[in-house]
């Protein structure tokens, strides 16, 4: 089959409020895999850039990022999840201003040990080159132009048997969530002791409760759904918030997320409006 045509960029959209909770939650989940010495494999089924100017073109157009890292890049107060997080945010920086913005294949090789593996799959044709030049003299990462879907499944169980395989689809394709669902359950058929995250938007018309019934269907039991929404659900048509979806989540998850979340919520809702939620979910 070809490739489908991407047309998202993730440089239009970095360091929004979406990329800040994402991120944080991966800092966090990165801390717990570096407690145990034993090696683990990182995969990012889409992994971007690596990296976004936000003084370029793209991100100047939209200014998302104004409204998401630049909210929270100055905060003396913030817990630590958060300040964490923020520290790696700075390191990426060559000056105290903040004006690039760290992809997640990034959060990952600052964190991670030297005998750690990272494998990152980026299918767009521009962005691919630049992840691959960010790597290029790092050996521990190995960068796909693959597809993330489908190559994922083969990179399971890794040799390591420890594993976070972070997934964040642009969701551009029709049934693109169907897709990344079945991916989840592919890939916790064959590696069922793997840690697992899934980013999704919260649309108009797409909520969690759609997305809890088909995760039940796979029957996995171990699930932690994280939401943090910003703005009301019909206020707009674009994304009111998002949500993240653990499996297996590390015991220090929760902890941190009740620190960082009502952060979060109170420091990027709009007008008043943030919420957030987390919830464990178990499947019959
Ligand atoms: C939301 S962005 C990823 C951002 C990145 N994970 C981060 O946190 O910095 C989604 C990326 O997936 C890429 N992409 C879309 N479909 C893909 C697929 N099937 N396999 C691999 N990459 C894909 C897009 O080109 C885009 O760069």
Redesign the pocket.
Known sequence: MPAPM?S???SF??GNFA?VM??VVLVALLRYMIRKEAPFCYI??????GGYDLRGEHAQKTAESELGIGRILAAADAPAPVARYLEIVRSFNESARVAKYP???WFAATLMRKNDRLML????GS?FPQLRQLFRSDRRVHCYA????RFSTGLVPPAERRGLI?M???Y?LKNEYATAVATLGKLHRRFATGVYALWYPLLAERNSAVLKRSVDRLGIRDVLNLELLVTDRDQQAGMHGCGMLLVNPPWTLRNDMELALPYLAARLGRDGKGEFRIEAWASE
Do not use: I, M, N, Q
């Not at 990012?44 to 850039?49: E, I, R």
């Not at 799959?121 to 767009?124: A, I, V």
């Open positions: 991407l998202y960029r993730h959209h970095a990329d994402k991120h990012d089924t889409h992994a971007g850039a992809g997640s294949p799959c980026e299918l767009h962005d693959e597809d993330g879907y972070f964040d689809p642009s551009e």
